[in-house]
Nanobody, 125 residues
Framework: QVQLVESGGGLVQAGGSLRLSCVAS????????MGWFLRAPGKEREFVAG????????YYSESVEGRFTISKDIANNTVYLEMNSLKPEDTAVYYC??????????????????WGQGTQVTVSS
């Protein structure tokens, strides 16, 4: 059974930083692409960042480009999202996602097979 468990969310002031972690079990982070999505209150889930199986190559949404960094630790089967210069509009539930065996990143939620339960990030002004 595949499990993705996120941690690291919390309350932070604008301009601060957080690092989210996603520990995978039953699935290797080298099997397919890994990604992070967010869902803000009243909105649909949307793409934040992704990292390819090979390369690796990183992709980001325009709103986080230059502030967030995605990375993966193969030895610990974990994916991270380093979040800097946080803004109140970054407030959302953040979800880790994995593709079963496809190596490239896509922004459509329907392309991702595995999901974590999410971790809340709240940025105060």
């Amino acid at each position: 059974q595949v499990q993705l468990v996120e941690s690291g969310g919390g309350l932070v002031q604008a301009g601060g930083s957080l690092r989210l972690s996603c520990v995978a079990s039953g699935h290797s982070v080298t099997s397919g692409a890994m990604g992070w999505f967010l869902r803000a209150p009243g909105k649909e889930r949307e793409f934040v960042a992704g990292i390819t199986r090979g390369g690796p190559f990183e992709y980001y949404s325009e709103s986080v480009e230059g502030r967030f960094t995605i990375s993966k630790d193969i030895a610990n089967n974990t994916v991270y999202l380093e979040m800097n210069s946080l803004k109140p509009e970054d407030t959302a539930v953040y979800y880790c996602a994995a593709k079963r065996d496809v190596g490239f990143v896509s922004r459509a939620t329907s392309d991702w097979e595995y999901w974590g339960q999410g971790t809340q990030v709240t940025v105060s002004s």
